[in-house]
């Protein structure tokens, strides 16, 4: 019987993966694909720092700065946005060395300065544009112009989605979205179904999934003739993508109905962890940016591949300090500090933090003088970001500005390498990840890129 029965046990074996979109997927959707090396990490949170930071009042400590402030500055001068130079501007804020590694930290993260020997800083950041729109979509897509494809959206086409209930590139939508609105998380050329998702961080994070039909029997009857319609349109006219990826997001919406009430009940959490993560503070903003992260780290346990978390709104016009910079960083900081660490320390203890990227980063920086009395302009010749766990090292400083905080002198980190490495680490290699479009193999590099393999643990 058994001898008689195989092949009707294979087949029905081989029905049930078909069935799965992870062995079965079709070119529209985000199967599961083998990376191209090693993988060290499986998600990426990207935790977005809207406005350009200032490196040198956050992780570029100057001294240089207190001995000239008030004075004009003598330096080479690059073109600023504005066209305006003022005097030199010290740091309103104190640095102290933190951790095992003794790496300088402003006073505005006390928190995050808990975590430092878990964080790969680099202080030689540059972009190749001043004006946030361009700069943003540098950023996010590798391009400074609209209409690219975004790192999210390239993730997932690379790798597919481990997760069947949820989309694999989300985005956690704190308040602000980026200049350059949501063309930042598209996917372009790609199929349709690769780029974000936005969500808020409300109670139940998705809007428009549920049906509007009176009853179950209806509301599958109309998904019955839909299909029908999709597919009579298939067969006269060939794969569509367009239909394809409208078909897939259908799906991952319908199946978001059951996955997403049990993503956002975060009353699931302790109260340590809850505390942990600033839900009782009473900033709002900080309360905001904690159930972000806190709903990040849940979507990485459900395998979403690649997360954005957008900042809340302060009131302080984004990270983006042309005057008052000591309340327009301090109220950010406070608004993101708590949580982000938290999110570190819950991932370790979780044992994800190897297998997770998180990426702290915003457009560019700023200038070490202003023409205000207490703010910066925007600068892309020098600034910091940091990267923590999916395989970078972890206490390290990487690269330098010069005195002033202004220009890079040491180990100029561009957009594209940094593009570069966060793929490499994901296991993909940039220089095949490729989408043929216009005539040309298009990639998220463009034809620029180095892997920076000296952060790599």
């Known amino acids: 019987m058994l001898s008689n029965s195989s092949g009707g046990f294979g087949a029905v074996a081989l029905s049930a993966l078909l069935a799965d979109h992870s062995f079965a997927g079709s070119y529209s959707e985000p199967a599961i694909r083998l990376p191209h090396d090693r993988p060290r990490a499986s998600s990426v949170i990207f935790l977005y720092m809207d406005g350009g930071v200032s490196q040198m009042d956050t992780f570029d400590p100057k001294p240089r700065l207190d001995l000239e402030h008030g004075k004009p500055y003598s330096g080479r001068i690059e073109a600023t946005q504005f066209g305006e130079v003022g005097n030199v501007y010290k740091s309103p804020f104190k640095f102290r060395q933190c951790g095992e590694s003794g790496i300088a930290v402003s006073e505005l993260f006390p928190y995050v300065a808990s975590c430092v020997d878990d964080l790969c800083i680099i202080r030689s950041m540059v972009s190749k544009f001043n004006e946030h729109q361009l700069a943003n979509f ?72 549920r049906s509007l039909e009176p009853t179950p029997q209806l509301a599958k009857r109309k998904q019955d003739l839909l299909r029908r319609l999709d597919r009579g349109v298939m067969e006269r006219y060939g794969e569509l993508n367009a239909i394809e990826s409208a078909i897939a997001n259908y799906e991952v919406a319908y199946r978001m109905q059951a996955s997403v009430p049990d993503l956002a009940d975060i009353d699931q959490e302790s109260q ?147 593009h570069a490495t966060i793929l490499h680490l994901l296991g993909l290699d940039h220089t095949k990840l490729t989408f043929r479009f216009g005539g040309r193999d298009m990639r998220l590099t463009d034809v620029h890129g180095n892997v920076v393999r000296d952060i790599l643990a």
């Not at 897509?141 to 997932?156: C, D, E, K, L, M």
């Not at 994800?352 to 023409?371: K, M, N």
């Open 138 to 209: 540098l950023l996010h897509t590798g391009f400074g112009q609209q209409g690219q494809p975004s790192i999210g959206a390239w993730t997932v086409y690379g790798l597919g989605s481990e997760s069947q209930n949820l989309p694999g590139y989300l985005v956690i939508n704190g308040g602000l979205i980026p200049s350059g609105g949501i063309d930042n998380f598209g996917s372009s050329y790609l199929p349709a179904n690769y780029q974000a998702t936005l969500l808020k961080p409300d109670k139940i994070p998705v809007a428009n999934i």
């Open 272 to 418: 340590a962890t809850k505390r942990l993560y600033g839900l009782e503070s009473e900033y709002e903003p900080t309360r905001i940016f904690a159930r972000q992260c806190l709903l990040a780290r849940r979507m990485v346990e459900r395998g979403v591949r690649f997360i954005e978390l957008t900042c809340p709104d302060t009131d302080n016009d984004r990270w983006d300090a042309h005057g008052d910079l000591p309340k327009n960083h301090g109220d950010n900081a406070l608004a993101t500090d708590q949580p982000i660490a938290a999110l570190i320390k819950d991932l370790k203890a979780r044992g994800l933090l190897d297998e997770t990227l998180v990426v702290w980063a915003g457009e560019f920086g700023r200038t070490p003088f202003t023409h205000r009395k207490d703010g910066r302009e925007h600068n892309p010749f020098g600034f910091s970001i940091w990267l923590a766990g999916g395989g970078v090292r972890g206490g390290l400083v990487y690269g330098a500005t010069d005195e002033y905080g202004y220009h890079v002198v040491e180990n100029k980190v561009e957009i594209h390498d940094l």
